[in-house]
């Protein structure tokens, strides 16, 4: 296989292994986990330690509280210390951000813990900072999407901090946790099933899971061409990283009424008094744009798009903005897209219109306003109307490599958004066959049926050749779950499968925690943080003996895997020897080859 693979920071690896450091982490973290074992009566050589993954699903503030209070419950049965990967997707991550500020917090859970539920419990941040945290995000670097918006606004409201921390820093700071994966997908991979759409990011390395492209984190969102960074761009901070990985809140409509009345309040609150800054202490210059004018103009093309969202009727906004335009323009603004009688009946071709209609409009107000806060509010207007997510500088943009998809090659940039719209569970960010898991342990905090990421997993994995369980779900059981079930397989890792609310923690009342706990909601009060918490945990101390059992058999079934994967190796090179020299049976000198290996 191709590599462009150098020590020189900002290059490009391509190639099927772990980053050298996540590897010799790895090292280092099974021996503890080796000591770990013992303490809980399983005696294995360090052949035998398992490779334990731990996966954290979406669900919003949900999976966050959720995820903290079963790593709260593992730590205390000590089954935490045994765990090599902690990998989330969307809400999920919030957790681990929060967990990942506080170097060795496995080590010191009960504090860690006291004070994320203290933070959540506790004041928002600040209209005032949270500005200031979008005005530094706008400015500082290149590309400007919605996720940056979602980060500053929305993500702040929920996690009530701004964490401007970065994970490549926290390859320093962990040695005794375990290693964290943090999963988004490739948008436009998803959208034409043309390339790998899983994308992790650890503190070594970001890039493409199955594939095997990557970069080290730090270069994330820089400038490459050829493999050779020619850019710098800051490096994302944890922030931004939990509102890339957590931005899947609702439905696509959902999602946009949401969006553009957040606009609608930045713009009320960031314009009213604009002309004070601007022009204090000075005289006012006569052909400086009228600020109120252009004010109502942004307000009436928001409300306009609410209006076609809503199937109401949006032509006495277009009057209005019409109006206000040529007051502007002193009455020489044309503007391309006429008006026209909507069928809302058709929302896709109405959508399409006020895509045409909002990109117009900005660019005739782009011409006088290029100046805070109306740049980012007409940036913020055409990111919504393009859903333009996640948008970053392609990292293998330009590269000639057989071993990468065209796809991937082709692009400048690409679309990263939250993989919960994909599969709401991180489990191929783990399934790389070079992190050899033998035990996953999935927490499901989603909020329809319980085990349709576990089933999807094995539906991907099927199709893709990737070693996973059967699955099969009994009658009845997506309707009233338990709190514990295990898939295994022949060659491949055991699943166990953990949903949040069952007939175990839940009783009857299944249907009612889920409706008091949904993804797209307020911020929850300290007394639902207490109660989610706790109804998580129980799903690990009710089970906390079938997981001992079920590592103890992971220990066991490792010499029987490594067998069978040296097997298969070995059959791999003797097909590719075959394929060189054209042999017609692989298997010939399989007695030769055994020895030689």
């Known amino acids: 296989m191709g590599a462009v693979e150098s020590r020189e920071s900002g290059s ?126 706008y400015y500082e670097k290149d590309l400007f999407s919605l996720t940056d918006v979602w980060a500053a606004m929305l993500v702040t409201t929920i996690v009530k901090e701004i964490d401007e921390h970065t994970l490549s820093k926290q390859k320093y700071w962990h040695k005794k946790d375990p290693i964290p994966i943090y999963t988004v997908i490739d948008k436009q991979s998803k959208q034409y099933n043309d390339a790998d759409p899983w994308f992790e990011f650890t503190p070594y390395e970001a890039g493409y899971s199955l594939t095997g492209a990557f970069v080290e984190t730090s270069s994330f969102g820089s400038k490459f061409k050829n493999g050779r960074k020619i850019k710098n761009q800051p490096e994302i901070d944890m922030l931004y990283l939990q509102a890339l990985c957590g931005s899947a809140l609702a439905d696509m409509d959902e999602n946009l009424k949401f969006i553009w009345k957040l606009v609608k309040g930045l713009i009320s609150h960031l314009i009213p008094g604009i002309e004070t800054v601007l022009f204090e202490g000075m005289e006012k210059d006569p052909h400086a744009p009228p600020v109120h004018e252009c004010q109502q103009v942004l307000m009436d093309l928001v409300e306009m798009n609410l209006s076609v969202l809503n199937g109401i009727d949006p032509s006495d906004l277009d009057e209005s903005i019409r109006a206000n335009l040529n007051k502007i323009s002193g009455g020489n603004v044309q503007l391309t897209f006429q008006m026209e009688k909507l069928n809302f009946a058709d929302k896709e071709a109405a959508k399409l219109f006020m895509k045409k209609y909002t990109l117009d409009i900005c660019t005739c107000l782009g011409v006088w306003l290029d100046f805070w806060p109306f740049d980012v509010c007409l940036s913020i207007c055409r990111c919504v109307v393009c859903w333009t997510w996640g948008r970053k500088y392609n990292f293998l943009h330009n590269m000639n490599d057989k071993a990468v998809p065209d796809a991937l090659l082709r692009s400048e940039t690409r679309d990263y958004i939250d993989a919960g719209v994909f599969l709401n569970s991180p489990y191929f960010s783990v399934l790389r066959e070079e992190r050899d898991i033998d035990l996953i342990i999935s927490l499901d905090f989603s909020d329809s049926d319980p085990f349709e990421t576990v089933k999807k997993a094995a539906e991907s994995c099927r199709k893709k050749g990737i070693p996973f369980p059967e699955v099969y779900i009994p009658n009845g059981h997506s309707e009233k779950p338990k709190d514990f079930y295990v898939f295994k397989g022949q060659n491949t890792p055991t699943v166990i499968h953990i949903p949040l609310f069952n007939v175990v923690n839940c009783g009857g009342k299944i249907e009612a925690w889920r409706k008091e706990f949904t993804t797209f909601q307020g911020p929850y009060s300290a007394k639902m943080i207490s109660k989610l918490m706790e109804v998580a945990g129980k799903n690990i101390t009710n089970n906390s003996v079938k997981l001992l059992e079920q590592i103890r058999a992971a220990s066991g079934q490792k010499d029987s895997d490594a067998n069978m994967k040296k097997f298969n190796n070995r059959v791999k090179l003797l097909e590719k020897i075959r394929a060189a020299i054209g042999q017609k049976d692989p298997y010939a000198n399989m007695k030769k080859f055994n020895k030689d290996l």
């Open 12 to 137: 490009v690896r391509i190639r099927h292994s772990l980053n050298k450091k996540e590897e010799e982490f790895a090292v280092k973290r099974r021996q503890n986990i080796q000591q770990s074992l013992k303490k809980l009566k399983i005696q294995c050589s360090k052949n035998k330690v398992p490779n334990i993954a731990l996966l954290g699903s979406g669900g919003g503030e949900r999976a966050m509280v959720g995820l903290l209070g079963s790593l709260d419950q593992l730590q205390k049965t000590g089954l935490l210390d045994c765990v090599l990967y902690l990998s989330g997707i969307s809400g999920s991550t919030w957790c681990m951000a929060s967990l990942y500020q506080e170097p060795d917090w496995s080590t010191k859970l009960e504090t860690v813990k006291d004070k994320i539920v203290q933070r959540l419990s506790g004041p928002a941040v600040s209209w005032g900072d949270a500005l200031a945290k979008l005005k530094k995000y």
